[in-house]
Each structure stands twice: as structure tokens, then as C-alpha cells.
């Protein structure tokens, strides 16, 4: 793209500051912006024209079944006999979504890189291939790993796993894809400069990861492979259950399209989404739009019903999912801090919320997937995430839950 191109397009966009610096770069910086300004994805202008209505109204909520651990357990022989099967065919890839940018967790570089060990090193990634190993030892076969990065950190995670060798997996059956990255904006709708040449770019969130996928041309290589089903999984839970037996042979013979790993409620107000129906169509219900009636409502059992809480682990029908993939789905507005061009010409980030970012989630995928098994995990086993340093979902509450689990730090 040329100057002038750039400069036509941006005023056509209202984006003129994108070019405030522009003469005073050099000509690497300036081929550096105009490439930028060509790759602006523009989906961002309508997130903020039109807004996801997050209000649930003309939604008809109602409480979905799902496989408690009892119910499991009563059928766990029949279940993994299923899952094993279908891992020995080849059906079944893990895909890891390591794109975020863990702001909470203020650390620099992949969060799966984060050392949680004390007294010899443990990395992330390294504690949820551990898990992952124990199912390639008990069926005999590797299951394909697939990792999702952004441009914010793939040559950091890439770099990593080759040093480590890639924890101990055969390197052909780890491949790497980028997600796509989504501009932020100051609350006047303009893109902030993070450098004088580069436009603050962060990854748009964990919902494009199958569609960014079968842009880096992996479909192919899942077909090739004969894999069914796909895995996600979240970076930050360290007692994350991958490619689990039960829960696969569970999902496929439920006969859904979905499978949905969640914790149970216990208390009504947990800050969890919850799994439920729309009329016919699953749907997850975030715990800020449940009513005090519904969060309290209690079944004979006196448990609650609304009560299945997502961990970001879903087994999903590769079928299905190539034939909603084109489908749109909502691009949520969250405020951040952005890191930005201050007026000394130093980049800072700011101390408090100061634009914002476009994002996609999973979440919304699961809608579209037509039906979704909840299925019940014990909490204490295989939820242990870390969102924060301290206090709630943190390395510290993190590292209690793995010694629980027999885990040497
Ligand atoms: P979170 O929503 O916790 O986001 O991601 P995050 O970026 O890791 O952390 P914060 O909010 O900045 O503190 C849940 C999962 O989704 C992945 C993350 O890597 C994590 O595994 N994710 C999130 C992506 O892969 N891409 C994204 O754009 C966002």
C-alpha cells in the first residue's frame, strides 16, 4: 500500500492519527506503518456500531440436563472402552488455546511459560502435557497437538517448546497456527498508536480459533489424519484432563456435537457461566444475567439448576464445526488498559482502563454447535486455572490444588 493509498483509505475511515508520525520515520518504519494499515482488520467498526445486546432478553432460558460424576461413574467401563477406541483410530486432536495475553497474570511472553514450580522448575505447558502423556501412554498412541498463538507471542512459544523439547511429545505431532489480531481503540473509536509506526494490535479473542485454524490450512492435515473430534482447552488450568477417555467415549455416545467439561455449582452466585438451553439450542448464561430467582432455583434434590459452570474444555464434532464455521459470531467490546504512544513519544501502559478491545469468544461458538453435553468434573481434580499472581485463580491457589493432587512442586 502506498502513502497516498493509506491516506485516502484513513480519512475515508476516520483514522488520520494512524499517520500523525509518518514523516518522521524512517523508510523501514514507514513501509513498517503502511503494511500495518493495509492488514487493519476493519470488523471492529461494526462491534461498535452495533453492540451485542447482552441484556438475555427474547432468549427462553430453561435449565439444561447434563452428566453428573455419579452418573459417570455408573457407566465409566462403557465410556472409556469408547473414548480409548476412538483415540487408537486417530479421531481424536487436542487443540490448545494460547493466544490471550494473561494481562492479569503480568507476565511478559506466553503464559504457558510460566514457571509455577518451587523447588525445581514447572512450567504451564509443561504440567498440561504431564496430563496429556498419561492418556498417550494408556492407549498407545499420540494424539495431535494443535496451538493456537498470536502474533504477541508465537516466536516466544515456539522458541519455547523446541528448547524444551517439546515436553517430551514427538515434534510432528505439534503444529503452531496464529489467531487473528483486532485493532484497539480509545473511547472516541480511533485506533491508538502503540509506536510511532505501529498500530496497538491485541489477539481477538479465544472464539476465531477454528476458523483461524482452517485459515493456516489444517483442516487438511485433521482429514488426512482421520480425526473426528476436536479437544480445546484452556492454558491457564494446570489440571487440565486432555483428550480425557471418559468424558470423549461420554460425548460420543450422548450423540451430540458437543461435549462441555464444567464444574458444579454449589453456591448461586458463583462467577461462572452456566450451561443452559435457548428454547432448543444450547446456550451458556453468564452469572451477571441470571436472575436471583434462577441462580437460587433448587431441583427435588436440592441441588441448583442452573449449575453446570464452563472450565474452557470442550470436545467439539469437526463436521459440525466446518458447517457453522462461515456463520458470524458476536464481537464483544471489553475496556483494557492499552499500552499507547504517550504525548513524550514513550510507550506506556496505563494505570487505568484507557480503550478498547474486540473480542470473540468460545463461548459463542458453543451456541451454534446445535447440542452440547454438559459433563460434570470434580472440581478439586481438574480445575485448578490461574488468571491472577494471588488471591482468587492464582498461581497460589493453583499450586495448593496440585498438591492435592499428588503433584511435586
Ligand atoms: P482469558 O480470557 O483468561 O484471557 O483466556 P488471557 O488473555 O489469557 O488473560 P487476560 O484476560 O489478559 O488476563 C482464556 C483462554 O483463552 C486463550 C487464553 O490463552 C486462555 O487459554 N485466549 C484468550 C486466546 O487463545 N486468544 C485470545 O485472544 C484470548
Request: some cysteine; glycine content about 8%; aromatic content about 8%.
Amino acid at each position: 500500500m502506498t502513502y497516498l493509498q493509506a491516506k485516502e483509505l484513513l480519512e475515508r475511515k476516520g483514522q488520520m492519527q494512524l499517520l500523525a508520525y509518518y514523516d518522521e520515520l524512517d523508510e523501514s518504519g514507514k513501509a513498517k506503518l503502511l503494511a500495518a494499515i493495509e492488514n487493519i482488520n476493519w470488523d471492529f467498526e461494526d462491534a461498535l456500531a452495533n453492540p451485542v445486546d447482552m441484556s438475555g432478553k427474547d432468549r427462553d432460558i430453561r435449565p439444561s440436563p447434563g452428566l453428573r460424576v455419579s452418573a459417570i461413574e455408573a457407566k465409566k467401563a462403557e465410556y472409556e472402552a469408547t473414548g480409548v477406541a476412538a483415540i487408537k483410530a486417530g479421531k481424536v486432536a487436542a487443540v490448545l488455546l494460547a493466544g490471550g495475553m494473561g494481562t492479569r497474570l503480568g507476565v511478559d511472553g506466553p503464559k504457558g511459560a510460566y514457571d509455577i514450580g518451587v523447588t525445581k522448575p514447572l512450567y504451564i505447558f509443561e504440567q498440561q502435557m504431564k496430563n496429556l502423556l498419561e492418556v498417550v501412554e494408556k492407549c498407545g498412541v499420540t494424539v495431535p497437538l494443535y496451538i493456537m498463538t498470536s502474533d504477541k507471542n508465537h516466536e516466544q512459544t515456539t522458541s519455547f517448546w523446541k528448547e524444551h523439547n517439546y515436553f517430551g511429545y514427538p515434534e510432528t505431532e505439534v503444529k503452531f497456527f496464529k489467531q487473528d489480531m483486532a485493532p484497539a481503540v480509545d473511547y472516541d473509536g480511533k485506533i491508538i498508536l502503540e509506536t510511532k509506526d505501529t498500530p496497538a494490535l491485541s489477539p481477538n479473542g479465544n472464539g476465531g480459533w477454528f476458523a483461524s485454524m482452517q485459515r493456516a490450512g489444517l483442516c487438511e492435515d485433521l482429514h488426512k489424519r482421520g480425526v473426528e473430534w476436536l479437544n480445546i482447552y484452556a492454558v491457564d488450568n494446570v489440571l487440565q484432563r486432555i483428550a480425557d477417555p471418559v468424558f470423549v467415549g461420554a460425548t460420543i455416545l450422548s450423540g451430540v456435537n458437543c461435549g462441555a467439561k464444567a464444574i458444579f455449582k454449589t453456591e448461586p452466585h458463583e462467577k461462572v457461566g452456566v450451561l443452559c438451553m435457548d428454547g432448543d439450542q444450547p446456550d451458556i448464561i453468564e452469572y451477571y444475567e441470571l436472575t436471583d430467582e434462577m441462580a437460587n432455583q433448587r431441583d427435588e434434590n436440592g441441588d441448583l439448576v442452573y449449575s453446570y459452570g464452563v472450565i474452557m474444555n470442550y470436545l467439539f464434532r469437526l463436521t459440525k464445526l466446518e458447517e457453522i464455521v462461515d456463520k458470524k459470531i458476536p464481537v464483544h467490546i471489553v475496556e483494557k488498559k492499552i499500552e499507547c504512544l504517550c504525548a513524550d513519544g514513550v510507550t506506556r501502559k496505563p494505570e487505568k482502563e484507557n480503550g478498547k478491545k474486540f473480542e470473540a469468544l468460545a463461548v459463542d461458538l458453543i451456541k451454534l454447535m446445535g447440542s452440547v453435553l454438559p459433563y460434570e468434573v470434580v472440581r478439586e481434580k481438574e480445575f485448578a486455572p490461574i488468571k491472577n499472581k494471588t488471591g482468587v485463580d492464582s498461581v497460589e491457589s493453583a499450586r495448593e490444588l496440585l498438591k492435592l493432587n499428588g503433584v511435586t512442586l
